[in-house]
Every structure is written in C-alpha cells, then in structure tokens.
C-alpha cells in the first residue's frame, strides 16, 4: 500500500494566521482525501484532491478557508486560513486503496498533523 | 444525523476482560470496513467485511457484518493493552469514485 508523509506533524498558530500542511504520497495517484478529526472525535471529509482540477468540498467547507492545491499525482497540500481556536484539530491526508476481493475501495492516512490554535 | 452510529463511544476495561463494538445504521450496505486509530498515528484497516452474516477473525478479534448489511460488531477476546486505540467503522461505495464515511468511533482503553 502507498506511504504516507505529512508535515508538520503538529504546530502551535496564533489567531488570524494560516498554515499550510503538506502531503506526499510515495505513488502516483488520482485522488487524494483531506480529512478533519477535531479533539476526541471522528473524522470528516473535507475535500477530495484531482490531479489538474479544482477541489470538491463536503457540505460546511468553502475553498476560502480551506485552500488546496494538487500540483502532480504525488502532492498536495491543505492551508487552513485565518485560523481560530475551534480550527484545533487533527488534519488528515488520505488515499485510496482497491480491494480487489470487496469490489470497495478503502484508504490509508498519513500520520496527520495536530494543530492548535491560540 | 449520523450514518453510522457506534457504541459504546468510551470504553475502559482491564487487561483480560472481552469487548463488543458496535456499530449501526439504517442503511444497507455493499461492504463495511473497521479502522483502529491508535493516538499520533492515521486509521489503519483492520478488515473489510462483504456478505450479509459474514464473520471475519484477526487473531483476538472477530469481526461480523450483520444479515441485512446495515450493521457490524467488533468482538475483542482477552483484550490486551496494545489494543488500546480508537476504532472505527466506514463504508464507502463500490467502483470508482466514493467518498468513505466514517462512523461515531469508539475509544477503548485497556488497563493493565
């Protein structure tokens, strides 16, 4: 299965700044999942990263705040802008595995990178 | 409202005890999977179950996707520290694009 880097693994921001998050994949691959984990719960799909187009976010995100670019098959990166303490949370990249024998598609994570924000 | 519901959502237990995890919907399934997530570290697949009352083990754990495909358990035996984490259902959808949904989680300490 592909491997994951991610970084910064965890960063301390103030209020009002933005930080940007990067993921590598050690393969090419079509697309790429950003997903939120805020402190003690699940995780929620942000958007989904295509190689050469335009991000599609899930219902509650908007492109202003959260950024992402995708400028090749392997990389891409997630900016959380103008940050506020309730942007705290546990940033996720993802990609997307076949399971030949379930006909479902399943995912490996990154390590994330845990945010706080002041 | 949530698609997929876990409970319990905390669980504390000693080193020995066994465990069930469950996870419900009302929604029919094609496949669900089980993440355990353990802290500083991404969900890892523990397994993907496919057919209605299908039960699936991985050493201490048994995993069984209800008859009707809208739910799971996880069962732990003898649960052990190392099996400390949070673990998760998700679904997603067969072919091509899908979008994995995850469920409420369950966060299971294991005392030694």
């Known amino acids: 299965s592909a491997v994951i880097s991610q970084k910064p693994s965890r960063d301390i921001c103030q209020r009002g700044t933005s930080l940007t998050i990067q993921c590598q994949v050690d393969?090419?691959?079509?697309?790429m999942f950003w997903y939120r984990q805020q402190p003690g719960q699940s995780l929620t799909l942000i958007a989904t990263a295509n190689q050469g187009s335009e991000a599609t976010y899930e219902s509650g995100f908007v492109i202003d705040k959260f950024p992402i670019s995708r400028p090749n098959l392997t990389f891409s990166t997630l900016t959380v802008s103008n940050m506020s303490p309730e942007d705290s949370s546990i940033y996720l990249c993802?990609?997307?595995?076949?399971?030949?024998?379930?006909?479902?598609?399943?995912?490996?994570f990154g390590a994330g990178s845990r945010l706080t924000v002041l | 409202t949530q698609l997929l519901e876990q409970s319990p959502q905390f669980l504390s237990i000693q080193e020995g005890e066994n465990l069930t995890v469950y996870c419900n919907s009302s929604s029919v399934f094609s496949s669900l999977q089980w993440y355990r997530q353990e802290p500083g570290e991404g969900p890892v697949l523990l397994v993907t179950?496919?057919?209605?009352?299908e039960v699936k083990k991985l050493k201490r754990l048994t995993f069984q996707f209800g008859d009707a495909r809208k739910d799971s358990s996880l069962h732990i035996t003898a649960a052990q520290p190392g099996d400390t984490g949070l673990y998760l259902c998700?679904?997603?959808?067969?072919?091509?694009?899908?979008?994995?949904?995850f469920g409420t989680g369950t966060k299971l300490q294991v005392i030694p």
């Open positions: 179950v496919v057919t209605g009352g």
């Open positions: 393969s090419q691959v079509t697309m």
């Open positions: 993802s990609v997307e595995i076949p399971q030949r024998y379930s006909g479902a598609n399943v995912l490996t």
């Open positions: 998700a679904v997603g959808y067969s072919g091509g694009y899908q979008k994995v949904t």
